[in-house]
């Protein structure tokens, strides 16, 4: 229980003195409203969101509106009639009107933008006025509701001037009755909306605050005899395969007599009254089987989709139709980087089938119920959804949670009743198979009330909530951003445990989720195999949610006309949480990021491992329903850059969690013999064999590689002896400053710098603290403190040695250090040549102890940064790709032969950052002006940029960074990974970097 602080009503004051007075104070009323607890006035019943074949009228569109800075001088000048818009201008419907130049949009995560005085506003509060003037029939007049699907925060409704109510919690449905109000021909309906309200303090949610309606307003005639809700309730045995449907339709909350159909099964059957079904098809994710139905009353006839499906919880485990499921789920907020709140229908689909195609098969609605579009598209293309209720109060977290309206009873009527509007509108979608009762909301009471009702409602769906680790109130256990470490723990049932020995074992008995995990911010997320391991290793686990799908960047047109998105800060907020506000598999635009073709490795549904000799695969079927003969199977071999065979290989039905091995055509066998010596790869990859409603026939699913490595790369011979001039020396192609001992060219390409290189421009995660991580200051401030971005060499010798087998080898030895540093690295850089090509060993030995802080530094990378004078156009390379690999991420990159503009070796992260490395890498050309330069090694690692990594570490967005006519080459014989630290855990111990010896040869040519 919090303790609770006194509020002051408006118009008093901690000084009155008890005696009469006179409140003076202008727009008192309406300040007083909308500080009010409770939800909206006037409005209908919840109920479901029904396709039915009553009038209806779109009122959609262009609508007349007007700001004001506050509710005190909102005028109130008869414009509810529409007699005089002096003042108003044309504004969409629906619309986030600060994306129509009104106002401007504001970013906070968990902070509030204005003072925390629960249930109070503040004063600078933008009121919008909207007025539409629209033409109603006489089929609307005996009966009819007008129905708004979203509002932000609170509206006040009236229709040719009569006030109709108000609305509260902005993104669920509010319906009110116009009945009598309503006139044939013209009519008036006058919407003022306030940004903030007492509802503001349950919806703080991390995104954009934007105001406005901006979801649809519809008009819907009422039929006397018609069918106000319905709730279908259709089940399925796993073990007998029988359906059960009861179907139970009501007008004005009785119960009314109507006629179900499903055409497909042969059923008629009463409302109400419940039937088996000897055999049905059930509804899953993957076989996402629906069955067209219709509700029949004598003046009315709903439409719907039936779905038989199962939801249990049995033995710790999650389960749809008898079998334990995995989610490999995405949170999902709605956001639009032109639009804002409004998502177009035609985005929505094509988001929601790039997500399939992407293997995802799961959506957690972050932190609100959805457009009521959206669950259709869910049911028919086979998504299961956590439905959240919108409800967060984060911000008071940082006052111990007090005032929290969780544990308030004056919320607990607001807080059961947007419950109650989430469960009701979508409870006939099978694709919702838990209930959310938010995000982020402490702990307390009116949880507890939220629970009950939904659990008395809707006994079928589990309920979920991960604010409180007890689970008292839920039927999941619920975390977020749990390292790899604690979620092994988890799966096993060996967690530490709760104080409360009953809530202990109640909790042991349940399932666990990951409701937010692998934090997608910028470079990254690292470390997603792990989980994934995990999940398929321990039933308990049913899987998680990456946080998140989708960066909120809006679109920004710089000076230059360049357009890129703009985060939180970059429109004049007074408080703000910068970029956390662009994170997400996806950019604003939908566009992929290397995470989510790495994600889409990492939960592919089959896993096909080809055996090293060619001669065959295994393939394991990885679904929880489907066998495989939705998919077709074909192989290809590359070989220097060509392909040398390929085709299709029968595979027979694969159950699901069996794994069958397939036999390779015996040819190639042979020819993988025949190719030792040469680098060539196999690839088997499983693809659509039929077009589906989310992606084409031959549309990749799943693959799989073996790779023939070629030999090392062999080293020139030792034929070149050092030529000495006065200033320079030369070795082969190579020109040296005898002051530097560093390349001044190469092949008659100027080089700017060679130098060792410890250091990235942090990513997104580095600038985190990382959690449980020992040292609580950032890795990139760590990395500053260490000065690791400035070293600076030392020469201690050049030395020319003579070698047995000819010619001579060119030493260079140095000492890289930092200023006020004791700490540092010995590095030797020695020089061979045939004439034509070069061959570069570096050594690297740590120097002292590297303490900084009183923890170990740590290093992002040993490689070597090579500036060349002349700007690349193309790279080419042999390695993975073609997206970004580091350590621990890509997944998804395979090997083979690539080749891209130079341009596109980068990713545009909104907030510039290290990327763009490909590694696995053995042969790399980049193209320049006018010569090419290859590089040949061991396994390295490679990233091309036109800027510096100066230039990169302070660029705040897009344009900031401007190509200044050179090559950065970076060469790296080691890379850190890049976790997950931006919030969560960091990088796990395999992939740190600690200093260390490191000895790598690179050989490079200019042709």
């Given at each position: 229980?919090?303790?609770?602080?006194?509020?002051?009503?408006?118009?008093?004051?901690?000084?009155?003195?008890?005696?009469?007075?006179?409140?003076?104070?202008?727009?008192?009323?309406?300040?007083?409203?909308?500080?009010?607890?409770?939800?909206?006035?006037?409005?209908?019943?919840?109920?479901?969101?029904?396709?039915?074949?009553?009038?209806?009228?779109?009122?959609?569109?262009?609508?007349?509106?007007?700001?004001?800075?506050?509710?005190?001088?909102?005028?109130?000048?008869?414009?509810?009639?529409?007699?005089?818009?002096?003042?108003?201008?044309?504004?969409?419907?629906?619309?986030?009107?600060?994306?129509?130049?009104?106002?401007?949009?504001?970013?906070?995560?968990?902070?509030?933008?204005?003072?925390?005085?629960?249930?109070?506003?503040?004063?600078?509060?933008?009121?919008?006025?909207?007025?539409?003037?629209?033409?109603?029939?006489?089929?609307?007049?005996?009966?009819?509701?007008?129905?708004?699907?979203?509002?932000?925060?609170?509206?006040?409704?009236?229709?040719?001037?009569?006030?109709?109510?108000?609305?509260?919690?902005?993104?669920?449905?509010?319906?009110?009755?116009?009945?009598?109000?309503?006139?044939?021909?013209?009519?008036?309906?006058?919407?003022?909306?306030?940004?903030?309200?007492?509802?503001?303090?349950?919806?703080?949610?991390?995104?954009?605050?934007?105001?406005?309606?901006?979801?649809?307003?519809?008009?819907?005639?009422?039929?006397?005899?018609?069918?106000?809700?319905?709730?279908?309730?259709?089940?399925?045995?796993?073990?007998?395969?029988?359906?059960?449907?009861?179907?139970?339709?009501?007008?004005?909350?009785?119960?009314?007599?109507?006629?179900?159909?499903?055409?497909?099964?042969?059923?008629?059957?009463?409302?109400?009254?419940?039937?088996?079904?000897?055999?049905?098809?059930?509804?899953?994710?993957?076989?996402?089987?629906?069955?067209?139905?219709?509700?029949?009353?004598?003046?009315?006839?709903?439409?719907?989709?039936?779905?038989?499906?199962?939801?249990?919880?049995?033995?710790?485990?999650?389960?749809?139709?008898?079998?334990?499921?995995?989610?490999?789920?995405?949170?999902?907020?709605?956001?639009?980087?032109?639009?804002?709140?409004?998502?177009?229908?035609?985005?929505?689909?094509?988001?929601?089938?790039?997500?399939?195609?992407?293997?995802?098969?799961?959506?957690?609605?972050?932190?609100?119920?959805?457009?009521?579009?959206?669950?259709?598209?869910?049911?028919?293309?086979?998504?299961?959804?956590?439905?959240?209720?919108?409800?967060?109060?984060?911000?008071?977290?940082?006052?111990?949670?007090?005032?929290?309206?969780?544990?308030?009873?004056?919320?607990?009527?607001?807080?059961?009743?947007?419950?109650?509007?989430?469960?009701?509108?979508?409870?006939?979608?099978?694709?919702?198979?838990?209930?959310?009762?938010?995000?982020?909301?402490?702990?307390?009471?009116?949880?507890?009330?939220?629970?009950?009702?939904?659990?008395?409602?809707?006994?079928?769906?589990?309920?979920?909530?991960?604010?409180?680790?007890?689970?008292?109130?839920?039927?999941?256990?619920?975390?977020?951003?749990?390292?790899?470490?604690?979620?092994?723990?988890?799966?096993?049932?060996?967690?530490?445990?709760?104080?409360?020995?009953?809530?202990?074992?109640?909790?042991?008995?349940?399932?666990?989720?990951?409701?937010?995990?692998?934090?997608?911010?910028?470079?990254?997320?690292?470390?997603?195999?792990?989980?994934?391991?995990?999940?398929?290793?321990?039933?308990?686990?049913?899987?998680?949610?990456?946080?998140?799908?989708?960066?909120?960047?809006?679109?920004?047109?710089?000076?230059?006309?360049?357009?890129?998105?703009?985060?939180?800060?970059?429109?004049?907020?007074?408080?703000?949480?910068?970029?956390?506000?662009?994170?997400?598999?996806?950019?604003?635009?939908?566009?992929?990021?290397?995470?989510?073709?790495?994600?889409?490795?990492?939960?592919?549904?089959?896993?096909?491992?080809?055996?090293?000799?060619?001669s065959g695969f295994t393939v394991r079927n990885g679904q929880d329903f489907a066998d495989t003969s939705a998919f077709s199977f074909r192989y290809k071999v590359e070989a220097d850059g060509g392909t040398?065979?390929?085709?299709?290989?029968?595979?027979?039905?694969?159950?699901?969690?069996?794994?069958?091995?397939?036999?390779?055509?015996?040819?190639?066998?042979?020819?993988?013999?025949?190719?030792?010596?040469?680098?060539?790869?196999?690839?088997?990859?499983?693809?659509?064999?039929?077009?589906?409603?989310?992606?084409?026939?031959?549309?990749?699913?799943?693959?799989?590689?073996?790779?023939?490595?070629?030999?090392?790369?062999?080293?020139?011979?030792?034929?070149?002896?050092?030529?000495?001039?006065?200033?320079?020396?030369?070795?082969?192609?190579?020109?040296?400053?005898?002051?530097?001992?560093?390349?001044?060219?190469?092949?008659?390409?100027?080089?700017?710098?060679?130098?060792?290189?410890?250091?990235?421009?942090?990513?997104?995660?580095?600038?985190?603290?990382?959690?449980?991580?020992?040292?609580?200051?950032?890795?990139?401030?760590?990395?500053?403190?260490?000065?690791?971005?400035?070293?600076?060499?030392?020469?201690?010798?050049?030395?020319?040695?003579?070698?047995?087998?000819?010619?001579?080898?060119?030493?260079?030895?140095?000492?890289?250090?930092?200023?006020?540093?004791?700490?540092?690295?010995?590095?030797?850089?020695?020089?061979?040549?045939?004439?034509?090509?070069?061959?570069?060993?570096?050594?690297?030995?740590?120097?002292?102890?590297?303490?900084?802080?009183?923890?170990?530094?740590?290093?992002?990378?040993?490689?070597?940064?090579?500036?060349?004078?002349?700007?690349?156009?193309?790279?080419?390379?042999?390695?993975?790709?073609?997206?970004?690999?580091?350590?621990?991420?890509?997944?998804?990159?395979?090997?083979?032969w690539f080749t891209l503009p130079a341009a596109e070796m980068d990713v545009d992260y909104v907030r510039p950052q290290e990327s763009g490395a490909r590694s696995g890498v053995r042969w790399a050309a980049?193209?320049?002006?006018?010569?090419?330069?290859?590089?040949?090694?061991?396994?390295?690692?490679?990233?091309?940029?036109?800027?510096?990594?100066?230039?990169?570490?302070?660029?705040?967005?897009?344009?900031?960074?401007?190509?200044?006519?050179?090559?950065?080459?970076?060469?790296?014989?080691?890379?850190?990974?890049?976790?997950?630290?931006?919030?969560?855990?960091?990088?796990?111990?395999?992939?740190?970097?600690?200093?260390?010896?490191?000895?790598?040869?690179?050989?490079?040519?200019?042709?």
């Amino acid at each position: 229980m919090s303790v609770q602080s006194p509020s002051v009503p408006a118009g008093d004051s901690l000084g009155s003195t008890g005696g009469q007075s006179r409140n003076l104070e202008v727009g008192a009323e309406a300040v007083a409203d909308l500080a009010s607890f409770q939800p909206g006035k006037g409005t209908l019943p919840a109920r479901a969101y029904l396709h039915s074949d009553a009038p209806r009228l779109a009122l959609n569109g262009e609508w007349q509106f007007r700001m004001s800075p506050g509710v005190r001088v909102a005028p109130d000048d008869g414009w509810q009639l529409g007699e005089d818009l002096t003042g108003f201008a044309s504004l969409p419907v629906p619309s986030s009107w600060p994306m129509h130049g009104h106002g401007a949009p504001a970013y906070t995560n968990v902070q509030f933008p204005f003072a925390v005085e629960p249930p109070h506003v503040p004063e600078a509060n933008p009121i919008g006025d909207h007025v539409v003037v629209f033409e109603a029939g006489h089929e609307f007049l005996s009966h009819a509701l007008l129905r708004f699907d979203g509002v932000e925060s609170a509206g006040t409704v009236w229709l040719n001037g009569v006030e109709l109510g108000t609305t509260r919690g902005s993104r669920l449905a509010h319906e009110f009755d116009v009945t009598g109000i309503l006139k044939q021909g013209q009519n008036t309906l006058a919407v003022r909306v306030a940004q903030f309200s007492a509802a503001s303090y349950v919806e703080d949610q991390d995104m954009w605050w934007l105001p406005g309606i901006f979801r649809d307003v519809t008009l819907q005639a009422r039929p006397a005899d018609g069918i106000d809700d319905a709730f279908v309730r259709a089940g399925y045995d796993h073990r007998t395969g029988e359906g059960t449907l009861k179907v139970e339709a009501t007008r004005g909350g009785q119960v009314i007599d109507a006629v179900v159909r499903v055409p497909e099964l042969g059923l008629e059957l009463a409302a109400g009254a419940e039937v088996s079904i000897p055999a049905v098809e059930p509804w899953s994710a993957e076989v996402p089987r629906l069955y067209d139905a219709t509700i029949s009353a004598p003046g009315e006839t709903v439409t719907l989709q039936v779905g038989f499906r199962s939801v249990a919880i049995e033995d710790a485990q999650f389960k749809v139709n008898g079998r334990r499921i995995l989610l490999r789920g995405v949170n999902r907020h709605e956001h639009h980087p032109l639009l804002g709140r409004v998502v177009p229908q035609d985005v929505v689909e094509a988001e929601l089938r790039l997500m399939k195609q992407h293997n995802i098969n799961a959506i957690r609605t972050s932190h609100y119920p959805p457009h009521p579009d959206f669950l259709a598209l869910a049911d028919r293309l086979g998504f299961y959804v956590v439905l959240e209720c919108d409800l967060e109060t984060h911000g008071f977290e940082s006052a111990g949670w007090a005032q929290n309206p969780s544990d308030d009873p004056q919320w607990e009527e607001a807080l059961v009743d947007r419950m109650r509007r989430t469960v009701e509108r979508d409870k006939n979608h099978p694709a919702v198979i838990m209930w959310s009762l938010g995000n982020e909301a402490g702990t307390g009471r009116n949880l507890a009330a939220m629970s009950r009702w939904a659990k008395d409602r809707d006994p079928s769906r589990p309920l979920h909530y991960e604010g409180d680790w007890s689970s008292e109130h839920v039927d999941v256990y619920s975390r977020m951003y749990a390292s790899q470490a604690e979620t092994a723990l988890i799966g096993q049932g060996i967690e530490p445990p709760l104080d409360d020995a009953a809530l202990d074992t109640r909790r042991r008995a349940m399932p666990f989720v990951l409701c937010e995990y692998v934090h997608a911010m910028g470079n990254g997320p690292g470390g997603m195999s792990e989980y994934q391991e995990l999940f398929e290793k321990y039933p308990r686990l049913m899987g998680g949610f990456v946080w998140e799908w989708l960066e909120h960047g809006i679109t920004i047109t710089s000076p230059d006309g360049r357009q890129h998105y703009g985060y939180g800060g970059d429109f004049g907020e007074e408080v703000h949480d910068g970029n956390f506000v662009t994170d997400g598999l996806v950019d604003a635009d939908r566009n992929p990021r290397p995470g989510l073709l790495d994600f889409k490795k990492v939960i592919e549904p089959l896993h096909i491992t080809v055996a090293d000799d060619w001669s065959g695969f295994t393939v394991r079927n990885g679904q929880d329903f489907a066998d495989t003969s939705a998919f077709s199977f074909r192989y290809k071999v590359e070989a220097d850059g060509g392909t040398h065979d390929g085709g299709w290989v029968e595979v027979a039905s694969v159950s699901p969690q069996h794994e069958a091995t397939v036999p390779l055509p015996a040819s190639l066998a042979a020819l993988a013999s025949g190719l030792k010596d040469r680098a060539a790869v196999l690839t088997v990859s499983a693809v659509l064999a039929a077009e589906t409603a989310w992606a084409p026939a031959g549309h990749e699913v799943a693959w799989g590689q073996s790779v023939h490595q070629a030999g090392r790369p062999a080293a020139p011979s030792v034929v070149e002896v050092v030529n000495v001039q006065d200033t320079e020396l030369q070795l082969g192609p190579v020109l040296f400053s005898r002051i530097t001992g560093m390349p001044t060219s190469i092949g008659g390409v100027p080089v700017e710098k060679l130098a060792l290189t410890l250091w990235w421009p942090p990513t997104d995660n580095d600038l985190g603290r990382e959690w449980g991580g020992a040292d609580g200051r950032p890795l990139a401030t760590q990395w500053k403190d260490a000065r690791l971005n400035l070293l600076h060499a030392r020469l201690l010798g050049i030395n020319a040695e003579a070698r047995a087998e000819g010619g001579e080898a060119l030493t260079v030895r140095t000492r890289v250090s930092a200023a006020d540093k004791q700490y540092g690295v010995f590095v030797d850089y020695t020089w061979t040549s045939d004439g034509d090509a070069v061959a570069l060993r570096t050594q690297v030995r740590p120097d002292g102890a590297w303490l900084n802080g009183g923890f170990e530094v740590e290093w992002a990378r040993i490689g070597l940064e090579l500036v060349l004078a002349d700007p690349a156009t193309s790279v080419s390379w042999f390695g993975k790709g073609p997206h970004q690999s580091y350590p621990d991420t890509g997944q998804g990159a395979r090997t083979g032969w690539f080749t891209l503009p130079a341009a596109e070796m980068d990713v545009d992260y909104v907030r510039p950052q290290e990327s763009g490395a490909r590694s696995g890498v053995r042969w790399a050309a980049v193209q320049l002006r006018e010569r090419t330069l290859e590089v040949q090694a061991e396994p390295f690692a490679f990233t091309v940029r036109p800027y510096s990594q100066e230039v990169l570490d302070v660029a705040a967005h897009r344009p900031d960074l401007k190509p200044d006519g050179k090559t950065y080459l970076y060469l790296d014989h080691v890379l850190r990974g890049v976790g997950t630290a931006a919030c969560g855990p960091g990088v796990l111990e395999q992939y740190r970097l600690k200093p260390r010896e490191a000895d790598f040869t690179l050989v490079l040519t200019v042709r």
